[in-house]
């Protein structure tokens, strides 16, 4: 007996989500059409609530209920140095890392010609405009060690130079290859702490 259409069209969706694999979207589905109707519906909601509050900050990029955030409205944070990420989560690894206590610039992605990824459509020109009415002393930029942020790296160290400004890359002490996110709060602590001043 083949699956009722529900369950098939229930299970694709969960599939799309990462990290859910064929299988486990298949059980989770199962499980959610046997469930308590109100604890079905309290999911979808609180799923709904949370995609309707969250959006990005208008300054870093990050995700907030409120724009700016709250780290960039922090005035205990070190408004002079700005860490550079690839992804609004890279800003929730350093912050378990508890290792930084600067401010944030999410760039939405790397330069990859090969995916159509140009400089214009990263958020250099925000950046750029934080570096014109912000304090800020050093840019740590910590993409990761593949060769998109390589690449990346080298072109944001030459676009933002400018006098009195330091520029510093970490991602040395980071595994090759990898992203953030798999980077231990340890070895952040260590990579930012052996930041290297880019030419
Ligand atoms: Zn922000």
């Known amino acids: 007996m083949p699956l009722p259409e529900p369950i098939i069209t229930l299970t694709a969706a969960l599939a799309k989500l990462p990290g859910v694999g064929p299988r486990s979207a298949e059980r989770i589905a199962l499980h959610l059409v046997q469930a308590e109707t109100a604890q079905v519906k309290h999911l979808a909601e609180t799923i709904l609530m949370a995609r309707e509050r969250i959006r ?9 209920e409120k724009s700016p955030c709250a ?7 070190d408004a002079a140095i700005v860490c550079v990420v690839e992804r609004a989560v890279d800003i929730l690894s350093i912050e378990k ?6 401010k944030f610039h999410v760039l939405g992605g790397k330069i990859s010609p090969l995916d159509g990824v140009e ?3 990263l958020r250099i020109g925000d950046l750029e405009k934080r570096l014109a009415a912000e304090p800020i002393k050093e840019i740590i930029i910590a993409l990761g060690t593949d060769v998109e942020g390589d690449a990346t790296s080298s072109y944001l160290a030459k676009r933002l130079a400018r006098a009195g400004l330091k520029i510093s890359r970490i991602g040395f002490g980071l595994p090759a290859g990898s992203g ?5 709060e340890l070895t952040l602590d260590r990579a930012l702490e052996g930041r290297r001043e880019m030419h």
């Open 56 to 64: 990005f900050c208008e300054t870093c990029g990050g995700l907030t």
């Open 180 to 184: 953030l996110e798999f980077a231990d």
């Open 119 to 121: 400089p214009d459509d």
């Open 97 to 102: 890392s508890g290792a930084f206590r600067g």
């Open 71 to 77: 780290t960039c409205t922090d005035d205990r944070r």
